[in-house]
């Protein structure tokens, strides 16, 4: 690398870093929720927008709310964004990336690891899984997202969904045919939950 490259790539972590302490708490030096909300407000997005989601899992951020600077430096690197406008012009292309059926899958997987807030935790409450749903796959998968969640408020079998009955649903997002079901067939092996999720519509529909 020449010493030009050298300095102007320094030049650009410095940068990055300076927006990284513009948010951050300075007794624990992290981005908490608080500094999250001042950025959301910065960068004119809610705190509940799915980009923000993506902007985590750019990050590989560990623990929901709170984003460390090797967190942050990762994400803006990768997205050549060393100041509040060029982040804020980077997340269209964000968007884009996850998007991308290769990435999405994983950025699925992650929005439910991301809400595990305790240690040990291995499943998620239905009305937190209810709100994750909507802002993952509500613009994607809107009446089966609200169908589901109509289920999941109405049943009493269920308290919390763990990881395999959330992949779960957004394979059968991706593979069955809806509002018809035509190609579910409960012999294969989906989770319980969406086989009784499968009677209920069908029931309805009746």
């Given at each position: 690398?020449?010493?030009?490259?050298?300095?102007?790539?320094?030049?650009?972590?410095?940068?990055?870093?300076?927006?990284?302490?513009?948010?951050?708490?300075?007794?624990?030096?992290?981005?908490?929720?608080?500094?999250?909300?001042?950025?959301?407000?910065?960068?004119?997005?809610?705190?509940?927008?799915?980009?923000?989601?993506?902007?985590?899992?750019?990050?590989?951020?560990?623990?929901?709310?709170?984003?460390?600077?090797?967190?942050?430096?990762?994400?803006?690197?990768?997205?050549?964004?060393?100041?509040?406008?060029?982040?804020?012009?980077?997340?269209?292309?964000?968007?884009?990336?996850?998007?991308?059926?290769?990435?999405?899958?994983?950025?699925y997987s992650y929005g439910f690891k991301y809400c595990l807030t305790e240690e040990k935790q291995k499943s998620i409450d239905i009305e937190s899984i209810c709100q994750l749903l909507h802002i993952i796959l509500g613009s994607q998968y809107q009446a089966q997202v609200d169908s589901f969640v109509e289920y999941l408020k109405t049943q009493s079998d269920y308290k919390v969904i763990n990881m395999d009955q959330w992949m779960g649903f957004y394979r059968f997002c991706d593979e069955i045919s809806y509002p018809d079901l035509s190609n579910y067939d409960p012999e294969l092996a989906w989770p319980l939950i969406l086989d009784n999720f499968v009677e209920w519509v069908r029931e309805k529909q009746s």
């Open positions: 690398m020449r010493r030009s490259a050298i300095k102007a790539a320094s030049k650009e972590l410095e940068r990055i870093d300076n927006v990284f302490y513009t948010y951050a708490n300075t007794t624990s030096g992290v981005i908490d929720p608080e500094g999250i909300e001042r950025l959301c407000a910065d960068m004119e997005v809610d705190p509940t927008d799915v980009r923000v989601l993506m902007l985590a899992w750019k990050m590989r951020a560990e623990k929901q709310g709170y984003f460390t600077l090797e967190e942050w430096r990762v994400a803006l690197k990768a997205l050549r964004a060393d100041s509040l406008s060029k982040l804020k012009k980077a997340l269209p292309e964000l968007e884009k990336e996850v998007r991308r059926p290769s990435n999405f899958v994983d950025f």
